[in-house]
């Protein structure tokens, strides 16, 4: 049962506008390819666990502190006899083990070694977790999701899953016998509510509005190569349409992620867009979706309206 499902992090989203907005250097553009292959990475292992029933509560990403040090868990399965670990890792190619260090095959670069990070976050999480007066055993897993990677002379002693062996892993995990009771579901809330939102690691570079690309991105495949119709926005590279309405709130709501202070005006918006040329339909749509405040050039939207 899945109590915290996964989202795309602020990082991941900022760094995904900024790629496509501004000239972001090698190791920038690096960084955001690294992000999108470790959040797909995570997504499928999600489609896994989700065919997993009631006999875990399972909660996605968690971002915990334990004895000033901040952690992060990829996937937590709370069973009815442990407290199950999985980290997630995209490597891609071979790779070997040796002497407790971890190497690319191809170079022989040795990268930090997944297995240290792995019993790094079991302790801390044990450490957190009997400061909150529980005792339930954690199992650590290394997922390796893949289906391109190889480890050479891996430990025997570690619990590691390739590519391949997950139906299996899953499987072994649904044959589990498992009741839950109140005693899980407190340990549940407890790490719920010790999340933390804003990570301490995010790396987003410097930027302002005057530097970044305007223009209305394709929804689909981020082409700014789109074209306003009376209704309907369309994208001349891949051939998909959207509403104007969604397109208009889309780029609303990412203008607001990369500038959370700046008042949101019908003239901001219009200039973000680039693509709707006219003002009054922008309007309309932010009336539609947003609270007004202020009166005349001092007016902005800044509430969404719900219900």
């Known amino acids: 049962m899945p109590l915290k499902i996964r989202t795309e992090s602020k990082e991941y989203k900022t760094m ?29 292992f999600d489609t896994l ?21 901040t952690f992060q868990i990829d996937s937590l399965l709370i069973a009815q006899m442990a407290i ?14 040796k002497e407790e260090g971890f190497y690319v095959c191809k170079n022989n670069k040795e990268i930090t070694n997944p297995f240290h990070q792995l019993q ?14 529980f005792d339930l055993p954690i199992e650590g897993n290394l997922i390796f999701i893949h289906p391109e990677f190889f480890l050479y002379q891996a430990p025997q002693n570690e619990q590691i899953i390739h590519s391949p062996q997950l139906p299996n892993f899953i499987k072994s995990l649904s044959m589990k016998p498992s009741t839950l009771n109140g005693n899980h ?19 987003v570079p410097t930027y302002e509005y005057e530097g970044l690309r305007k223009g ?11 074209v306003c119709g009376e209704r309907r926005i369309r994208c001349m590279t891949c051939g998909s349409e959207e509403p104007i309405e969604l397109a208009v709130l889309r780029c609303t709501e990412e203008l607001i992620l990369l500038f959370p202070k700046h008042r949101i005006t019908t003239n901001m918006i219009h200039d973000w867009c680039k693509v709707v040329d006219s003002k ?16 005349g050039k001092y007016s902005y939207f800044n509430t969404v309206i719900t219900g």
């Open 16 to 44: 995904k506008s900024l790629y496509y907005r501004m000239n972001l250097s090698a190791e920038e553009k690096q960084h955001y390819l690294n992000l999108k292959k470790g959040y797909e990475g995570e997504v499928k």
């Open 49 to 69: 666990t989700n065919s997993l029933d009631s006999k875990f509560y399972i909660l996605n990403d968690l971002l915990l502190k334990s004895n000033n040090t």
């Open 84 to 97: 199950i670990i999985c980290e997630i890792k995209t490597y891609e190619g071979d790779y070997y083990y």
């Open 120 to 133: 790094r976050c079991e302790t801390l999480l044990r450490q957190l977790l009997q400061k909150q007066g």
């Open 185 to 203: 579901r407190k340990i549940a809330d407890s790490l719920l509510n010790a999340h933390i939102t804003d990570s301490p690691f995010s790396q």
């Open 216 to 226: 209305c991105k394709c929804g689909v495949c981020d082409s700014f190569d789109v």
């Open 280 to 295: 009054k339909t922008i309007r309309r749509i932010l009336l539609k979706h947003y609270k007004l405040t202020g009166h």
